[in-house]
C-alpha cells in the first residue's frame, strides 16, 4: 500500500480547498503479481483490474486529504450517500501503452484533467490540481506496468472518477467527496478489423464527417462532448490542410469545419454522392465508421472502404495509433515510465 506519512498533510489552496501539490508518497514493499494473461483479452469489456486503486477523499472543511494507493477492493458507502440517489458522479476514460521497448506513455492526459475539473465545476463537485492527479495516476500505472498489455492494440484502460460521498437525502452541493482511480487491461475494440456501424437519426445535429475533402463536426456549444480524441483528429487534420505536417494518403486539398450539421444535409450529401464517410471518434474506439443512419423511416447509406474506414479516416487513424503506440514520436505523449 502506498501512503503519506502520518501527521502530513498536503498544500492546499485557503481560498478554494484545491490540492496545490503533490504530497510525497511512501513506497511500502510488493509482490508483483503475474501479469495479466492480455493474449485472452477479445474485447473492450473491462472485466478484470490491477490490484491497486488510488483514493484520495474530500470534505468541505479540510479540503482534499491523504492521497492512497490501495489494494482494490470494494467502496464502504453509507446507503444515504448522495452519489447513489443524485447521480453526483463524473468520470474521465484515458489509456496507458507500452512500446516495443517497454516504455510507458498516456496520450494527451492533461485534456482529460481539464475535462474532468470542468466536468466538477458543473456538477458542483470539488475542483483539483490536474497535475497533482496526474502525477498520482503516474504512479500507480508504475506500481502495477506489469499489466499493461504487449500485444498490439492493446492498452491499459485508466478510469478515474469523482463522487459524492456525504450522507445526505436531500439535493445540494455535497460537502464530501471521494476521488478513485481504477485500471483495467483492455484488447482492441475491433479485434477483427473495422465493423462499421449504424445510426438511428434524429432531427438535432450530430457528431459527422460529412461532405467531399470538407471534414465537417458540429462545434462545442454544450451538447458536444470536448473529446480528446475529437480534438485530436481536428488538431492533425488541420495540421495536415496547413501543411504543417502531412499525412500519409491523406487529400491535401481538405478544410476542416466546426459547424452545426443537419441531418437533411447528410441525407442531400448521401444523394448526391457527395458524402465521402461518416465516423465517430473516442477513446475506445479511436476511430468508429459508420456506414447507415436510420433516418425518417428510411435508411441513409455511407460510404465504407473494404476495411470498413474511409478516405480521411484511415489516414488520421494510422497517425494516432503511431503516436499512442510510441512509433510515431510527438508532444502528446506523456512518459510514465522508460
Known amino acids: 500500500m502506498l501512503t503519506l506519512p502520518l501527521?502530513?498533510?498536503?498544500?492546499?489552496?485557503?481560498?478554494?480547498?484545491?490540492?496545490?501539490?503533490?504530497?510525497?508518497?511512501?513506497?511500502?514493499?510488493?509482490?508483483?503479481?503475474?501479469?495479466?494473461?492480455?493474449?485472452?483479452?477479445?474485447?473492450?469489456?473491462?472485466?478484470?483490474?490491477?490490484?491497486?486503486?488510488?483514493?484520495?477523499?474530500?470534505?468541505?472543511?479540510?479540503?482534499?486529504?491523504?492521497?492512497?494507493?490501495?489494494?482494490?477492493?470494494?467502496?464502504?458507502?453509507?446507503?444515504?450517500?448522495?452519489v447513489l440517489h443524485y447521480a453526483q458522479t463524473l468520470f474521465e476514460g484515458m489509456k496507458a501503452y507500452r512500446d516495443d521497448n517497454g516504455k510507458v506513455t498516456l496520450f494527451r492526459p492533461d485534456m482529460n484533467m481539464k475535462r474532468m475539473n470542468n466536468s466538477a465545476k458543473r456538477i458542483a463537485l470539488p475542483n483539483f490540481d490536474g497535475d497533482a492527479l496526474l502525477d498520482l495516476i503516474k504512479e500507480l500505472v508504475r506500481l502495477d506496468k506489469h499489466w499493461i498489455p504487449k500485444e498490439t492494440g492493446h492498452s491499459l484502460y485508466i478510469r478515474p472518477t469523482l463522487i459524492g460521498t456525504?450522507?445526505?437525502?436531500?439535493?445540494?452541493?455535497?460537502?464530501?467527496?471521494?476521488?478513485?482511480?481504477?485500471?483495467?487491461?483492455?484488447?482492441?475494440?475491433?479485434?477483427?478489423g473495422f465493423k462499421p456501424i449504424a445510426l438511428y437519426g434524429t432531427t438535432e445535429y450530430i457528431r459527422a464527417a460529412p461532405g467531399g475533402y470538407e471534414l465537417v463536426t458540429p462545434p462545442l456549444d454544450g451538447m458536444i462532448l470536448p473529446g480528446v480524441?475529437?480534438?485530436?483528429?481536428?488538431?492533425?487534420?488541420?495540421?495536415?490542410?496547413?501543411?504543417?505536417?502531412?499525412?500519409?494518403?491523406?487529400?491535401?486539398?481538405?478544410?476542416?469545419?466546426?459547424?452545426?450539421?443537419?441531418?437533411?444535409?447528410?441525407?442531400?450529401?448521401?444523394?448526391?454522392?457527395?458524402?465521402?464517410?461518416?465516423?465517430?471518434?473516442?477513446?475506445?474506439?479511436?476511430?468508429?465508421?459508420?456506414?447507415?443512419?436510420?433516418?425518417?423511416?428510411?435508411?441513409?447509406?455511407?460510404?465504407?472502404?473494404?476495411?470498413?474506414?474511409?478516405?480521411?479516416?484511415?489516414?488520421?487513424?494510422?497517425?494516432?495509433?503511431?503516436?499512442?503506440?510510441g512509433k510515431t514520436p510527438s508532444e502528446w505523449s506523456v512518459v510514465v515510465t522508460e
Not at 240 to 255: C, D, M, Q
Open 229 to 325: 480524441t475529437r480534438d485530436s483528429v481536428l488538431t492533425l487534420a488541420r495540421g495536415h490542410a496547413a501543411g504543417i505536417k502531412r499525412l500519409p494518403n491523406l487529400p491535401e486539398n481538405l478544410t476542416v469545419s466546426e459547424r452545426p450539421i443537419t441531418m437533411s444535409e447528410v441525407k442531400e450529401a448521401s444523394k448526391t454522392n457527395k458524402l465521402v464517410e461518416l465516423f465517430g471518434a473516442g477513446t475506445a474506439a479511436v476511430i468508429s465508421p459508420v456506414d447507415r443512419i436510420g433516418y425518417l423511416n428510411e435508411d441513409i447509406h455511407i460510404p465504407t472502404g473494404e476495411d470498413g474506414m474511409g478516405l480521411i479516416s484511415r489516414p488520421i487513424w494510422t497517425e494516432l495509433v503511431g503516436i499512442q503506440t
Open 7 to 82: 501527521g502530513q498533510t498536503p498544500s492546499l489552496d485557503p481560498m478554494t480547498g484545491e490540492l496545490v501539490a503533490l504530497p510525497d508518497i511512501q513506497t511500502g514493499d510488493h509482490e508483483e503479481p503475474e501479469p495479466h494473461p492480455s493474449a485472452a483479452l477479445e474485447n473492450v469489456g473491462l472485466r478484470s483490474y490491477i490490484h491497486h486503486m488510488l483514493s484520495i477523499p474530500w470534505d468541505a472543511v479540510n479540503g482534499w486529504g491523504v492521497p492512497s494507493i490501495q489494494p482494490y477492493g470494494p467502496l464502504q458507502l453509507d446507503p444515504s450517500t448522495t
Open 166 to 192: 456525504q450522507k445526505f437525502i436531500g439535493v445540494a452541493p455535497p460537502t464530501e467527496a471521494l476521488l478513485f482511480v481504477i485500471c483495467s487491461p483492455v484488447g482492441p475494440y475491433y479485434p477483427n
